[in-house]
């Protein structure tokens, strides 16, 4: 008898040999062996008080009284196995998934022997956790037990090592299982489906049918159509949907519910709106799920005006957002929509019910504020946030470089990475905008090093982002490396290398690319045009951009919009072809709006035609202009022709209409400092320095035959205070401090926040002369390089 009871704890403590899984050392693992071989069995006072604990704790355990069914547990001296089973299971969601583990392991330690209920238990806290390390000791302790094989246990692995993405394991679990019911084919399918695999998840709904002869439920094509939306397979979701018609799947409360939702959301991701509502209209219940995957499938199409409607009318129909993803549907309506009011109030509305402090309806709130131009707002809800991930960071980063603020941007990104949070693709492309921005060609390498660290540089977004950043910051040949080591090309790739070599002013170059972008049959869309067509305009090519013009609809069947006549308005009329430029604006087909005219009267003061610049301001004047640029074109005209009576009253009026001039500021970058001045600055710790070297170019160039251009002073002025007004403009001040900051081998970059006036071009030629520096400078419009008295531009900006 002794030898019995010795040999039952023996197979008892093969479980307990097997806890070196979770323990992970061999000598816990022997003594809990020992320790299993000498228990024996507490005595407890009644079999029938033992069945009355159990009865109790399972009405507990169905009332969700969780705290009081382990209260009660804890009270049973020998808690059988059925009861380990029933705490488990109550514990087996991811709240309380550790408890379940340990409920597991004390089960184990206490010779219960696992069966072939307390395995799946177990096994999905694995899955909920994918928690692999523990769901491999699970898999062994089953294996040990002899209930590998269980139709319930084996089907649970199945799922876990899904769940754990370890399809391969799953795969092989599935294949060996001696047999198969529909959960099992149903967690295989989820698995393909997880992973993207669209071809094989096919396959296996096939063999499912043929091979099997099972019929797919609902659970089946809940797994199976977010995968047809993922890959836009609008064909097959409608064969799934004449399915679920046919076997009435659509009818039953519980089922159509899960299936109208996936069935609507797969319409809606591929852009089939008219469907996704029919089948949402058609439902005989909908849940705040289904309410959401509408909603998000209007904001998908662009349809923010209706998303907004549709969540009012979920409010309205007494639903409450519990989950944040209505929630954040109707915040990405509201940003786009620049509904800040309505934002505010979702803000106040969330604020009352909790769930802003949910992280993804915070990040959403985040991101409205950021788009919708409020940052202020955004940086105080950021520190409000309790929980904050690389997204909460993106938002902000994305938020200051949109507003302007690229300095703070990278501030926010070196507090993120002190707070050990992994930049992921989204920040980074938020990012490298600042430096290009910034026009911070050191912090656009590093963060170029930081993506390649990262593993993120074969991304497409960050590679197009690059090819911006280093084009903006004066390293075309930089953005056509990225270019040509890219994987693969999207449409913005293309675009973005075309517009590079545009603003640099090489439109033969951006005219080749274009061709080669046809061959490998990339096709252009609209923004392809605007950038090629305003690469011929900044390279004085007016016959090429007539002919890609004109190519754009009778070719590629684009109709032109505002933006592409803008530009053609611009080439002709850079070219000096004023009156063909506005006898084109005359017959363009739609009407032309200010930035049309604008771009006519920026080449009036160029071309100092002082008529048709008055003809042009009348036109800009019944329109209203619509910011600051065209008062100062037209004060610049009156201001040439020595009319200063007519530009005090033009800037009279600006300021009346609220419109203030932005003051004209260079920077230029020093061993990864930002150094920037405006106009006659003097705050510089070596504005001293500066100006004596300003004094001494002066001197040395006038020498040379340069006389100041003072028609660029829009003041009333006696010739010397023009002189010196022209000789402190902001980018002159910052190339003669770079001059003396850099060696004689660096190129001296200078970024300019308003174009480049007619006298500055022509000292920095003279400047890159006398003292042979290859100078670059980005202003408004394009790039400029100079070098030996020369810049790329021909005088032609």
């Known amino acids: 008898m002794l030898a019995a009871a010795r040999l039952d704890a023996t197979k008892n403590g093969a479980f307990l040999l097997l806890l070196f899984h979770f323990h992970r050392r061999h000598h816990d693992a022997r003594r809990l062996f020992s320790t299993a071989v000498c228990l024996r069995p507490p005595p407890f006072e009644s079999i029938k008080d033992q069945a009355l604990l159990l009865v109790q704790l399972q009405g507990h355990i169905a009332r969700g009284h969780l705290s009081r069914a382990r209260h009660l547990f804890d009270q049973i001296p020998t808690p059988d196995v059925r009861a380990y089973n029933d705490l488990i299971r109550a514990y087996s969601s991811p709240v309380a998934a550790a408890d379940a583990l340990h409920l597991y392991r004390r089960m184990l330690l206490q010779r219960v022997a696992p069966n072939n209920y307390t395995f799946p238990f177990a096994l999905k806290v694995c899955s909920a956790l994918a928690d692999l390390h523990c769901g491999r000791a699970i898999h062994c302790h089953a294996i040990h037990a002899g209930l590998h094989a269980d139709l319930f246990v084996s089907t649970a ?50 063999r499912m049918q043929a091979q099997a002869r099972l019929r797919p439920n609902a659970s089946t094509l809940v797994s199976l159509l977010p995968l047809l939306a993922q890959q ?85 129909k007494g639903l409450r957002f519990h989950s944040p993803a209505s929630v954040a549907c109707a915040l990405r309506a509201c940003a786009n929509l620049d509904d800040v009011r309505m934002g505010e109030q979702l803000h106040a ?40 991930n690389n997204v909460s960071y993106s938002a902000l980063v994305s938020g200051y470089v949109q507003n302007g603020r690229a300095e703070e941007a990278f501030l926010v990104f070196k507090k993120m990475q002190a707070c050990n949070v992994d930049p992921d693709a989204a920040t980074m492309v938020s990012l490298i905008p600042a430096c290009s921005h910034l026009a911070a060609l050191q912090h656009g390498r590093c963060s170029h090093g930081s993506v390649i660290v990262r593993g993120l540089a074969s991304e497409t977004s ?122 084109f604006i005359q017959s363009m087909p739609l009407t032309a709006d200010v930035r049309v005219w604008g771009a006519l009267l920026a080449a009036c003061r160029v071309h100092k035609n002082i008529d048709l610049g008055k003809r042009v301001s009348r036109m800009i004047q019944e329109l209203g202009p619509e910011g600051t ?102 980018e002159k001040i910052a190339i003669a401090f770079g001059i003396l900051s850099l060696s004689e081998d660096k190129t001296i970059f200078v970024t300019k926040n308003l174009r480049v006036c007619g006298d500055c071009h022509t000292v920095i030629k003279y400047i890159s002369l006398v003292k042979r520096r290859a100078i670059i400078v980005r202003d408004a419009n394009r790039f400029h390089h100079f070098k030996n008295g020369q810049c790329s531009c021909r005088d032609f900006w």
Request: contains cysteine; aromatic residues 10%; hydrophobic residues 45%.
């Open 629 to 730: 640029g065209n008062f100062v074109l037209l004060s610049n005209i009156y201001s040439a022709a020595g009319r200063f009576d007519e530009a005090a009253e033009v800037r009279i009026i600006q300021k009346v209409k609220g419109f203030k001039k932005s003051p004209g500021c260079s920077w230029i970058e020093i061993n990864g400092s930002l150094h920037a001045f405006v106009g006659g600055d003097q705050r510089h710790l070596q504005s001293s320095e500066i100006y004596r070297e300003l004094d001494n170019i002066l001197l040395g160039i006038k020498k040379l035959g340069y006389q100041p251009d003072t028609t660029f002073v829009l003041q009333d002025l006696e010739e010397e205070e023009k002189e010196k007004a022209l000789i402190y403009h902001s």
């Open 157 to 206: 692995l199945l799922d876990m090592y899904v769940k754990c993405d370890f399809l391969h394991d799953a795969a092989h679990i599935f294949a060996t299982m001696p047999a198969r019911d529909l959960v099992a084919w149903n967690a295989m399918l989820a698995g393909y489906a997880h992973h993207a695999m669209y071809h094989h998840a096919l396959a296996h709904l096939l």
């Open 462 to 583: 960050i590679c197009n982002a690059l090819i911006d950043m280093y084009a903006k910051c004066g390293r075309i040949d930089l953005s056509r490396q990225v270019f040509d080591m890219m994987p693969s090309w999207d449409i913005v790739s293309w675009n973005t290398m075309i517009a590079g070599y545009g603003i640099h002013g090489l439109g033969k170059e951006a005219t080749t690319l274009f061709l080669d972008m046809n061959n490998r049959g990339f096709a252009p869309d609209g923004v392809t045009f605007i950038s090629i067509i305003s690469s011929c305009s900044h390279s004085g090519l007016v016959t090429e951009g007539k002919h890609w013009f004109h190519e754009m609809a009778s070719r590629y069947g684009i109709t032109p919009r505002m933006e592409h006549y803008n530009c053609m308005v611009d080439l002709l009329a850079r070219g000096g072809f004023l009156d063909e430029a506005y006898q």
């Open 349 to 388: 509305l969330l604020a009352k019910s909790g769930v802003h402090a949910d992280l993804t309806a915070g990040n959403s709130l985040l991101s409205m504020y950021a788009k919708a131009g409020l940052i202020d707002q955004a940086i105080a809800f950021f520190h409000e946030m309790a929980d904050k």
């Open 232 to 316: 836009g397979a609008l064909d097959q979701g409608t064969c799934v949907h004449a399915y679920c018609i046919r076997v009435c799947l659509d009818h039953k409360v519980t089922d159509g519910v899960l299936v109208g939702t996936a069935l609507l959301d797969m319409y809606a991701k591929c852009g089939s709106l008219v469907y996704a509502r029919r089948v949402f209209d058609d439902m005989p219940a909908r849940n705040e799920v289904t309410w959401s995957a509408l909603i998000s499938g209007f904001v998908l199409c662009g349809r923010m005006t209706q998303a907004f409607i549709l969540f009012k009318d979920m409010l309205a």
